[in-house]
């Protein structure tokens, strides 16, 4: 049996055999090895060694391999290449791999390349670059099974049989009309399942789900994880059937706006790369314009600290609890924001739901505040022993503290979306910014009605 | 062409019809419903018209319908429906979904339909809750077709017809030995389009990618990604076939372990509730005790501050930056510790990479500290006039606290990892607090350097 589970393992075998100069064995080992961890493989070679591999994989093999490479590794093979073995190469791809190859090519050499091959390709390759980036269109490929009402499963399946080989899926199929639009929707499953002279006119679903080419790719997540399919279909403005789009390539854009989100939320500028790929450079540049920006925001927390300098003076122990007080604010604000930036990106709540959250956490703000402003009136009243005024002024300003930062951070998000703005930029950094300094205001106005005489 | 896009008109039109009372057009309508939607509408209605509508429902819809349910939901109609229809319908929902009912049932309840449904039910019922949670055993469906390697694609193709319909998926089939072993994987899309005297034997792949049943469904989910599979097959601690896990269950886990890492991002206890769902109560609680904690930490730097009170007393210019100080600090470590938790939770990173991390984040914080400091100390020459050595130590101290920050925020996650913590506790709030401490103390300690005779 020859089922692997540890990919690690097969690398270094397939590495031995390389090394040993081994070429029947290599390529025996290298047809029962997943391109996935085929690719993981190529990636650590060099350049010639990298040919001599791709050179021993069979031919569908090779095109998956060659779909999944890095851009790089991509250019340092196709420098090892014939024009010929690469344009032959190009041609196999399925149709959104072969756009991605050339978007990442010298646009001399993509002339060069679409002008020797046939019209019908270079139509399709410029209304693909037509489509907005993040799109439903730029996803999107154009191999998809189409069949007739009037076809039987006999004719299906032979249909299928013939032209299956350059389909990315026969799994779901497209009925459509002599103009191209979808009447219905069959799945392999059913054509398999039923007698060969059933009419797929009668087996067909008629409630197509399908997305626009110009839709953004994450409601094209968004319906992929709804109704759970496998292959959404992609219409034009004018309904026609155009593309096809699979799951597979559905699950890295989930997490990419997932990981997105994070970056956003760390208050950094969003980067496709992968973090262990981004030079310390290109960290440092997306980091500095959010870190220079909340920088000179929090300097106006200096100003309020001058503004009510004479409080602290009266009371220097007043100063020492500032720290934990703008802390807690900025906690109990992300707290808030994060959330909330989370059920709006997997639309659990939506901006028109703005009032029934804000009040949901101003209630979560009283409940939380109360309990932190105890303890915090208990521990300074005991522990840091700054007598009952200072204690009851810290504790109280807790409960205001919280119950306001928990609004800010509730709604920011919510109004940055109803702008157009990405919520996630309405992350913990901003938020604390915000939150610090109404947090001090908050403090020096209790202090100031609770001692007497200020 | 019924197509449609937008559920929320099917929805108003469906009600319409139930409202009018005309049940054969709402069957028909129904009909044409994806079950997604039928389950959207069913939640909306009383308990009488959600059993009126399910009753309408074809046998296989009101199967889905049923497994997609929220369990108050499940219940509402469970206690309308019959016994007997209670168990039929039990008795057909895939095995993964029939469990997600059980579980949810009163044990009583359980108990007694356990006891009139056969032997082989109730151990793999048992040997299913034997099973960890959120392991790849619990997400499994029992229902997958099993090919032997002597039968020809005509044979094949015969088998699958008869027992496809109670099958999860046929877009993969297993080829297994007579004692259960998996020793290859055939895809229907590769029996449709060969000859019907090919043996499976010659078609199938024998690199077969599978996971064990204890495998935590973070790892599953991850394996998916990186095959791209529709299908994984699950086998026990003998290496037997026992399951098959599908795709449209690792996008919600994707999802879900995206919104866990933001909750505890935001410095809160995981819930899997949706947030629109959690009621305030609820909310508070999971907050609560990290506000706590992140307070009571933060009160250190009220001891800091208390320590370092005669320098604030000499220079009192200096106290007026203390929170532009730490909160850069804070974002400054945050950064670096978001970014750190999702290359972790991508496996981009793993902890053995820590020294190539912490290297890389303090050379990006030397870099984004010298930007900072520059500014920060033109800002307070000019801008706030301060002077220049107060100007001087701002800055130099924005320097050191960016690369503290830095290297505090990236080393942290990897330490939790190692001790096998989630890396996501290591969050901003927690690295704020911690970083806020730390930036109190370089900036006293500069300014003692810096200012003469203190």
């Known amino acids: 049996m020859y089922t692997y589970k540890s990919s690690e393992d097969r690398l270094v075998e397939l590495k031995y055999l390389l090394d040993k100069k081994r070429p029947n064995e290599l390529s025996e080992l290298l047809r029962r090895t997943n ?43 196709q420098a090892g290449l014939q024009e ?7 041609r196999d791809l399925n149709f959104d791999d072969m ?43 154009t191999e998809f099974v189409e069949l007739k009402p009037y076809m039987t499963v006999k004719e299906a399946l032979a249909h299928i049989k013939k032209v299956g080989h350059d389909m990315v899926t026969l799994y779901t199929c497209y009925v459509t009309s002599p ?11 059913s054509i398999v399942t039923n007698k060969p002279d059933t009419l797929i006119d009668d087996l067909m679903y008629q409630d197509v789900i399908y997305v626009h080419t110009t839709d953004d790719q994450e409601d094209v997540a968004l319906t992929f994880q709804k109704y759970g399919f496998t292959a959404l279909p992609v219409v034009d403005k004018t309904d026609r059937l155009v593309g096809l789009i699979t799951v597979d390539d559905i699950m ?23 973090y262990s790929k981004t030079r310390p450079w290109d960290l440092a540049k997306n980091r500095i314009p959010w870190l220079m920006f909340l920088m000179i925001s929090a300097t106006f927390t200096s100003t309020i600290l001058r503004g009510y300098e004479y409080v602290v003076q009266a009371v220097i122990a007043l100063n020492m609890f500032i720290p934990m007080l703008t802390d807690s604010g900025g906690n109990a604000g992300s707290q808030a924001s994060t959330l909330v930036i989370r059920a709006m990106a997997t639309h659990d709540i939506e901006t028109s739901d703005w ?31 700054v007598g009952m005024q200072v204690s009851f002024i810290v504790g109280l300003t807790i409960v205001g503290i919280v119950v306001i930062a928990k609004t800010v951070g509730s709604l920011l998000p919510i109004v940055a979306e109803k702008f157009g703005a990405d919520p996630a930029i309405m992350a913990s950094p901003l938020i604390s910014t915000i939150v610090d300094s109404l947090s001090l205001i908050v403090y020096f106005n209790v202090a100031r009605l609770m001692i007497p005489g200020l």
């Open 355 to 385: 009032a029934k959250v804000v009040l949901k956490e101003i209630t979560v703000g009283l409940i939380c505040g109360l309990a932190l402003g105890i303890v915090a009136f208990l521990k300074c009243y005991f522990f840091d022993k």
């Open 35 to 77: 391109p996935v961890d085929i690719v993981e493989f190529i990636e650590e070679l060099s350049a010639e060694e990298a040919l001599v591999v791709f050179r021993l994989l069979k031919k569908d093999d090779a095109v998956e391999v060659f779909a999944e490479l890095e851009s790089e590794e991509k250019e340092k093979l």
């Open 252 to 274: 890295w854009i989930i997490e990419q706006e997932a990981t997105e989100d994070f970056q956003l939320l760390a208050g950094t500028t969003p980067d496709e790369e992968a």
């Open 179 to 189: 103009t191209k639009e979808i009447l219905g929707y069959v799945s392999l499953r």
């Open 99 to 141: 756009i991605d190859t050339l978007e990442e090519m010298p646009a001399a050499m993509v002339q060069r390349i679409l002008k020797s091959s046939d019209k019908q390709t270079r139509a399709l390759v410029n209304e693909y670059l037509s489509f907005p980036e993040y799109s439903a269109g730029r996803l999107m490929t």
């Open 84 to 90: 010929r073995e690469f344009k032959e190469l190009l």
